[in-house]
């Protein structure tokens, strides 16, 4: 009987990866986040990018970051992809499980974060670590219970030909 293999990915990277894969559907030009929410027993519950809502064509709305019309921006029409996770959710309750996300949460998203009862935010990268929507994030993660911290890099590079 032969040994098991060595090199399969783990668990962090497994999510990590899912994340990131749903971050590749997102139609924004300038930043694509993946979101995965995984359970306490490692099964995945729900996933999300950053898009509009149904209805809401791609190809119509627009993708600007600035404008002197507020409605000629994406910021006022986009769905983050925490909170496109939790909402294509509907199997029940989100208690207890962990978020994986491509961006750290906004302060919107940790609003229903901390709501839908995650307990666990694991993240890439924090662009925007310096506003205030972030430390809106940190101060009610912190106040709330939710655990947040940056996701260990691996030296891991996956190629999936499609
Ligand atoms: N955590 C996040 N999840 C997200 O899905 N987003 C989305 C909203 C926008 O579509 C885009 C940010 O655009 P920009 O300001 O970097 O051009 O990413 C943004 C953040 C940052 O808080
Ligand atoms: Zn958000």
């Given at each position: 009987?032969?040994?098991?293999?060595?090199?399969?990915?783990?668990?962090?990277?497994?999510?990590?990866?899912?994340?990131?894969?749903?971050?590749?559907?997102?139609?924004?030009?300038?930043?694509?986040?993946?979101?995965?929410?995984?359970?306490?027993?490692?099964?995945?519950?729900?996933?999300?990018?950053?898009?509009?809502?149904?209805g809401c064509s791609d190809d119509t709305f627009p993708?600007?970051?600035?404008?002197?019309?507020?409605?000629?921006?994406k910021y006022v029409y986009t769905v983050h992809s925490?909170?496109?996770?939790?909402?294509?959710?509907?199997?029940?309750?989100?208690?207890?499980?962990?978020?994986?996300?491509?961006?750290?949460?906004?302060?919107?998203?940790?609003?229903?974060?901390?709501?839908?009862?995650?307990?666990?935010?694991?993240?890439?990268?924090?662009?925007?670590?310096?506003?205030?929507?972030?430390?809106?994030?940190?101060?009610?993660?912190?106040?709330?219970?939710?655990?947040?911290?940056?996701?260990?890099?691996?030296?891991?590079?996956?190629?999936i030909r499609l």
């Amino acid at each position: 009987m032969g040994n098991k293999r060595s090199d399969y990915i783990s668990w962090d990277e497994y999510f990590m990866g899912v994340a990131k894969l749903s971050g590749m559907r997102s139609k924004d030009p300038s930043t694509q986040v993946g979101c995965c929410i995984v359970s306490q027993d490692n099964k995945i519950l729900s996933m999300g990018y950053n898009g509009l809502p149904r209805g809401c064509s791609d190809d119509t709305f627009p993708w600007s970051r600035e404008g002197e019309d507020p409605l000629e921006t994406k910021y006022v029409y986009t769905v983050h992809s925490e909170l496109n996770a939790i909402l294509n959710y509907r199997g029940g309750s989100l208690e207890g499980a962990k978020l994986y996300v491509s961006l750290f949460p906004c302060n919107e998203c940790a609003k229903a974060i901390i709501q839908s009862g995650i307990k666990e935010v694991i993240y890439a990268e924090n662009k925007y670590e310096d506003t205030p929507a972030v430390q809106a994030s940190m101060r009610m993660f912190n106040a709330a219970g939710v655990s947040y911290h940056p996701y260990q890099a691996t030296e891991r590079e996956i190629c999936i030909r499609l």
